[in-house]
């Protein structure tokens, strides 16, 4: 399990301590924690909460970056899964419900994993189809309205607690740990990097690239679904139109922000999850700060270059020789 | 019977049929923006209804959100030779061609809900909207009054930054807040108009002032974020509707049910019959050639906890929201 914790990773660190950091100056009680009826109450806790949907997605979304694809339709797919739980939740059990949505999320993801691995097609327009579809499957199933629910069970997968820790939260752990066990528990995760690397060459060398490329995108459609039904739960409605909705882009960032590249052969589930923690930190803080909303976006722009600077091997590579002439020339 | 049936037949899709007119004493064809939120689906229902009620023939042919199958449903109504068209622009700008060959066919044309650019032009008989700056004004004027002279600590959930809902309810708000020394507006912050990012935003305001205590009302431009917020509210341990106030704007079934659970105080309506004032303009028009103003401002109730708002929610719950 050391291979869940790479050695890179500093700047990620790095980056949220400053963050956080930032964000307790713009709002001295951001580290203030109490129990509010069984459930830890605090802008910390809103980070986590708030965070899960894009660490879910962004789950999916790093092995299918690892095979050098990308998945677009995350976002509707959410919309999707969420729509069918709220209709179903309060005629059947919660098992029938995440059964249902979390089927049509991996039938999604066999859609894509289909176009992109046995028809060859290229991974961001395959999935865009779903990405432009999915949102209108979705409609269909809600009718165009906010599907509202009353399900106790449902709303307590968004809005419930676990020893205080929001469900929500715990799931995410639940599934990066699953995801990890997985992938770098056997040599999946190496076959994975290996298909994003070189696919023709893994090929000749025997790897099932095809059923690699396959097994991702099935994966990301499943993230997607869990996310899709937590975002309904925490609102106790499906809202087709909005669920969901630009998400994709924030995990492919998070991913991003993580260190994968977009060009796959390596990835690190845990580095991706702190970018999706990154992504909200820096969002929480900005709504917490009473800044115009009209320079949210701004100052994310400005954030996550700062961040993606501070990984990039040039700049690094940069700042060594500036520190080495400053040494060489006191 | 045999009206409705004709009637169901004219909603489904192949609308764009030309019926036999003896019917219907008047044929319109309505040029629908498509299915973009619950309001629009209502709009769509309640003008089916207008146009029972007054025995017209309506033909509605649904845009998809796109303005060039708006300019190809109004020349396929023009060649109908229908009596009038209503027009839900999806965009203000691009209109002028294909109005003008309406003009040319002396087919009247009424805007729905939406204006557009240039404004006021002889290209249309009148535009139907309601003034959403008033709307925020009503608002304002709610909460100035249920406050009286108290402080209050006002925190505002805005629409999507750069909608001119979302400024123009903004405006309106302020401006009747702006008269009331008592009333300070403390946070203001973009909801998105969704009920998730209202929930989230509360979250941070409750968090940001004194977990809610220095609240004393939230505004919210639309009452999906006023949705999301209450939940907000009671996941805080706060008690929507008491602790703090709540106003917000559109009227949607949900928000009554919100105030029959007394976690919702007043709700401005965005009322979703645009096609019934537009209906009785055009038969003015064809009957006695009355000219009407180029705007007929819709009305923008205001309902309260006090409106009996359990009627309200099931008049509401069957239109499409």
Redesign the interface.
């Known amino acids: 399990m050391t291979a869940l914790l790479p050695r890179r990773g500093l700047a990620q660190i790095l980056a949220l301590i400053v963050i956080l950091a930032v964000d307790r100056v713009v709002s001295p009680q951001f580290f203030d924690l109490r129990l509010q009826d069984g459930r830890l109450f605090g802008s910390l806790i809103d980070v986590l909460d708030r965070g899960t949907p894009v660490a879910l997605l962004s789950l999916g979304m790093v092995l299918v970056i690892a095979t050098r694809g990308i998945d677009l339709s995350v976002g509707a797919v959410m919309a999707i899964c969420g729509a069918i739980a709220a209709s179903l939740a309060d005629s059947y059990s919660l098992p029938v419900v995440l059964a249902a949505a979390l089927g049509a999320g991996l039938v999604c993801g066999l859609w894509n994993g289909f176009l992109v691995a046995v028809l060859g097609m290229q991974p961001i327009v395959a999935t865009l189809i779903l990405m432009v579809a999915g949102r209108g499957i979705a409609q269909l199933i809600t009718e165009g309205r906010i599907v509202t629910f009353t399900s106790p069970d449902l709303v307590w997968l968004g809005n419930g607690a676990i020893l205080g820790v929001p469900v929500p939260v715990v799931i995410a752990l639940g599934m990066l740990i699953l995801t990890g066990a997985v992938v770098r528990g056997s040599a999946l995760g190496l076959l994975i990097e290996a298909t994003g690397g070189n696919a023709r060459a893994s090929e000749l060398a025997g790897v099932g690239t095809r059923a690699m490329i396959l097994a991702v995108y099935v994966w990301c459609g499943v993230c997607a679904a869990l996310a899709g039904v937590i975002a309904a739960a925490d609102i106790m409605g499906a809202d087709a139109n909005n669920a969901g909705l630009w998400l994709e882009l924030d995990a492919i960032l998070a991913v991003v922000i993580g260190g994968t590249s977009l060009f796959g052969g390596r990835f690190s589930l845990v580095l991706a999850v702190l970018g999706a923690l990154i992504i909200q930190t820096m969002n929480t803080g900005i709504l917490l700060s009473g800044y115009p909303p009209e320079f949210n976006l701004l100052v994310k722009a400005v954030v996550v270059l700062a961040v993606l600077l501070l990984q990039s091997p040039k700049l690094s590579g940069f700042a060594g020789i500036m520190a080495r002439l400053r040494r060489a020339n006191p | 019977m045999t009206l409705k049936a004709l009637f169901a037949a004219s909603a489904s899709a192949a609308l764009l049929l030309a019926l036999p007119a003896n019917a219907a004493e008047l044929t319109i064809g309505f040029s629908q923006i498509g299915?973009?939120?619950?309001w629009?689906?209502a709009e769509t229902s309640v003008s089916k209804q207008e146009a029972a009620k007054r025995k017209v023939n309506l033909k509605i042919a649904d845009a998809q959100q796109k303005q060039e199958n708006q300019i190809k449903a109004i020349r396929s109504f023009i060649a109908q030779n229908v009596d009038a068209i209503f027009l839900a622009p999806v965009v203000a700008t691009g209109w002028d061609a294909v109005l003008k060959e309406a003009k040319e066919a002396k087919i009247p044309v009424v805007l729905l809900d939406r204006d557009i650019d240039p404004s006021g032009k002889d290209l249309y008989l009148t535009a139907v909207t309601s003034d959403s700056v008033h709307e925020g004004e009503v608002a304002g004027d709610w909460l100035a009054k249920t406050v009286g002279d108290k402080a209050c600590n006002i925190v505002e959930l805005?629409g999507t930054?750069g909608a001119s809902v979302a400024a123009n309810r903004k405006k309106g708000f302020d401006t009747a807040v702006a008269k009331h020394a008592n009333l300070k507006i403390v946070?203001?912050?973009?909801g998105?108009?969704?009920?998730?990012k209202g929930?989230?935003?509360m979250?941070?305001?409750i968090?940001?002032e004194g977990g809610g205590k220095n609240i004393c009302a939230v505004y919210a431009h639309n009452d999906?974020m006023m949705?999301?917020a209450i939940?907000a509210m009671k996941?805080?341990?706060l008690k929507p509707g008491k602790d703090i106030l709540t106003v917000s704007i559109d009227a949607v079934p949900?928000i009554f049910k919100a105030m029959v659970a007394g976690e919702a105080n007043a709700t401005v309506e965005l009322t979703p019959n645009m096609a019934g004032p537009a209906f009785d303009a055009v038969a003015a028009f064809k009957e006695k050639g009355t000219v009407p103003p180029k705007w007929i401002q819709t009305e923008s109730r205001l309902l309260t906890a006090t409106d009996n708002p359990q009627k309200e929610y099931d008049s509401k719950k069957g239109l499409?929201?």
Do not use: I, L, N, W
Not at chain 2, 35 to 38: D, L, Q, R, T
Not at chain 2, 187 to 190: G, L, V, W
Not at chain 2, 192 to 196: C, E, I, N, P
């Open positions: 299915s973009e939120s619950g629009r689906a805005q930054v946070r203001s912050q973009t998105d108009f969704t009920r998730a929930k989230e935003v979250e941070s305001f968090k940001a999906d949705v999301g939940q996941e805080a341990g949900d499409g929201y």
